[in-house]
């Protein structure tokens, strides 16, 4: 089945220029240790100042060791595992760490956290009609993750509420493309062609989330059903239409024995029945074999017509 998703069904959002590079950092170990060295130096300075001018000048290196010390620790930014940090300096966009462990950049810059694990999105129970105009509920679940963190953080005001919100959007859409049910197998159905839809679905929310610089894992339909005013009718529905499909195959069954056992009373020789009896015995069989209700036997003790 073809997955692609028509372009007049997703909004052609504006291209972002800015997308996720690598950013300038040293690692923060060796940093941290220098900043203790600072510190510890400068306590010393201030201890061992003296007097006079050299005291003096002993107090301003002290300071401008106390703040070398201090841009070396604010400059320390722990990345764990799942996560990474985007650098923004004076308001523009400087690079984003994925390394995790202890990193040091620049320490004048702001570093915002975003999380690069899967997660999950389960979206509302939806009502909306179906390709048929029967109104239907529906909802599913969504398993996503950040690509591009520059996108994530820059194209789009929230992105965590900006997947949600497309995500229901292609639901309802999808939902609103095809019959929950068809008697047609050329046509998809929701109920019928679950892979084929979810495919589509994952397809749509991708190309509706990419402007937002996430990848979407996949897709699944976790609520499905005919809304409540009508259940009751399109149950009453689906069991007849079992109860028909029933029939069909006990009248088929049923045919078939007879035609065998009419065959098998001729090539062996049984009995030998004309046109009249063998319609006769043919309207016998198949009310015995298609009749819902046990059969009693009657034993014929007269002639073999009467």
Request: glycine share 6%; charged share 20%; aromatic share 6%.
């Amino acid at each position: 089945m073809n997955t692609q998703v028509s372009a007049a069904a997703v909004p052609k959002f504006p291209a972002q220029p800015v997308s996720e590079y690598q950013a300038r950092s040293t690692p923060g170990l060796p940093i941290l240790a220098l900043g203790i060295v600072g510190v510890i130096l400068g306590v010393v300075l201030i201890i061992e100042h003296g007097q006079g001018t050299r005291a003096i000048v002993l107090s301003v290196v002290a300071i401008l060791v106390f703040i070398a010390s201090e841009l070396c620790f604010h400059g320390l930014t722990p990345v764990q595992n799942g996560e990474a940090r985007v650098i923004q300096l004076f308001g523009r966009y400087r690079g984003t760490i994925r390394t995790p462990g202890l990193q040091w950049v620049n320490p004048f810059t702001r570093r915002r956290r975003v999380s690069t694990r899967i997660r999950n999105l389960e979206t509302s129970m939806v009502k909306v009609n179906d390709a048929d105009g029967n109104p239907i509920e529906i909802a599913a679940v969504v398993v996503w993750l950040v690509e591009d963190t520059g996108k994530a953080i820059y194209a789009v005001d929230a992105f965590e509420k900006f997947v949600a919100i497309q995500a229901e959007t292609a639901v309802r859409h999808i939902a609103s493309s095809y019959a929950y049910e068809v008697g047609d197998a050329d046509r998809l159905s929701l109920r019928a062609n679950a892979d084929e839809i979810t495919a589509r679905l994952s397809a749509e929310i991708g190309l509706r989330v990419a402007s937002a610089g996430v990848q979407i894992v996949e897709s699944r339909l976790t609520r499905l059903s005919y809304a409540a005013e009508i259940a009751q009718a399109m149950l009453r529905r689906q069991a007849a239409s079992a109860v028909v499909g029933a029939r069909q195959v006990i009248v088929q069954g049923a045919v078939g024995m007879v035609k065998l056992a009419l065959n098998q009373l001729e090539q062996e020789g049984v009995v030998e029945l004309d046109e009249e009896r063998k319609a006769a015995m043919v309207s016998n069989l198949l009310v015995v074999l298609c009749s819902e209700q046990a059969t009693q036997q009657v034993v014929n003790t007269g002639s073999l017509y009467q």
